[in-house]
């Protein structure tokens, strides 16, 4: 939150701020799994600032999955981003809310899919 009020005194308002929280970046596998497991309660510490995810096609992705080439990662990529965007007491609608992502339209579908689920009466 500090980086948050340093950006606000430097005129950067709130509405524009994200965070990045920097998956597959400086982690190991554990970290970035950890990471995605407790995204709610990361974005809770950040004041609920809004949060982008890239976890797109990671190395720590291709580890898991037996060391898959970058474009054989987007089925393991769906999956963290299924991970990023659930929540559990976040107190907002999700716990994670921008992906980026290389293959749109099958994490798109995914993700519509998911909502569904998850919005059933």
Same mark, same amino acid.
């Given at each position: 939150?500090? @980086?948050?009020?340093? !950006?606000?005194a !430097?005129?950067?308002? @709130?509405?524009?701020?994200? $965070?990045?929280?920097?998956? /597959?970046?400086?982690?190991?596998?554990?970290?970035?799994?950890?990471?995605?497991?407790? $995204?709610? =309660?990361?974005?809770?510490?950040c004041?609920?600032?809004?949060?982008?995810? /890239?976890?797109? @096609?990671?190395?720590?992705?291709?580890?898991?999955? /037996?060391?898959?080439?970058?474009?054989? @990662?987007?089925? /393991? =990529?769906?999956?963290?981003?299924? !991970?990023?965007?659930?929540?559990?007491?976040?107190?907002?609608?999700?716990?994670?809310?921008?992906?980026? $992502?290389?293959?749109?339209?099958? $994490?798109?579908?995914?993700?519509?899919?998911?909502? !569904?689920?998850?919005?059933?009466?």
């Open positions: 939150m500090q @980086r948050s009020a340093a !950006a606000e !430097a005129g950067i308002p @709130r509405w524009l701020q994200v $965070v990045d929280p920097g998956i /597959g970046f400086a982690k190991d596998i554990d970290g970035n799994l950890s990471l995605l497991k407790g $995204v709610d =309660t990361l974005r809770q510490s004041d609920n600032l809004p949060f982008l995810f /890239g976890p797109s @096609r990671k190395g720590f992705i291709g580890k898991i999955v /037996g060391g898959a080439d970058p474009e054989e @990662r987007d089925y /393991g =990529t769906i999956a963290a981003c299924l !991970a990023s965007i659930q929540h559990n007491d976040c107190g907002n609608n999700e716990a994670c809310n921008m992906l980026r $992502v290389h293959n749109v339209k099958a $994490v798109k579908q995914a993700v519509l899919v998911y909502e !569904a689920i998850r919005n059933v009466k």
